[in-house]
């Protein structure tokens, strides 16, 4: 179940947003074993003069923040960057060095779903 807030420079089109969107799911589906169902993820559209960027970073220049229970594996998460860097360049000719991607892996006891606290996988 992981949790996807993306952030982009506003004014692209709906059907780029949409492919944005799959893009990132699939990848985490294919590097994660995500299920198709299980889409939790929101987009955010800043105008340029609230979204800076370093130099040589393009419109296309995407911010991706996956937030999931702990316990993958280094080379899980390795495959996760590359998965949605391949899918974006794929899909919207997004070059890997205008996507940066963080991982936050918040303890279990700091998820509560529907109300109930995810209980301890013991490696807490």
């Known amino acids: 179940m992981p949790l996807v807030r993306i952030e982009i420079i506003a004014g692209k089109s709906a059907e780029y947003k949409k492919q944005l969107l799959e893009g990132v ?23 340029p003069e609230n979204f800076e960027r370093s130099e040589g970073k393009t419109e296309q220049f995407t911010m991706i923040e996956v937030t999931m229970f702990p316990g993958r594996s280094k080379e899980q998460k390795a495959g996760m960057y590359q998965a949605i860097v391949d899918e974006l ?25 529907a109300g109930i606290q995810r209980q301890s996988s013991g490696e807490d």
């Open 25 to 47: 799911h699939v990848a985490l589906c294919k590097s994660l074993g995500v299920a198709d169902w299980d889409r939790f993820q929101r987009l955010y559209e800043l105008p």
């Open 89 to 113: 360049k794929e899909r919207l000719h997004i070059e890997a060095t205008d996507v940066f991607i963080v991982i936050q892996e918040p303890k279990n006891e700091n998820w509560g779903l």
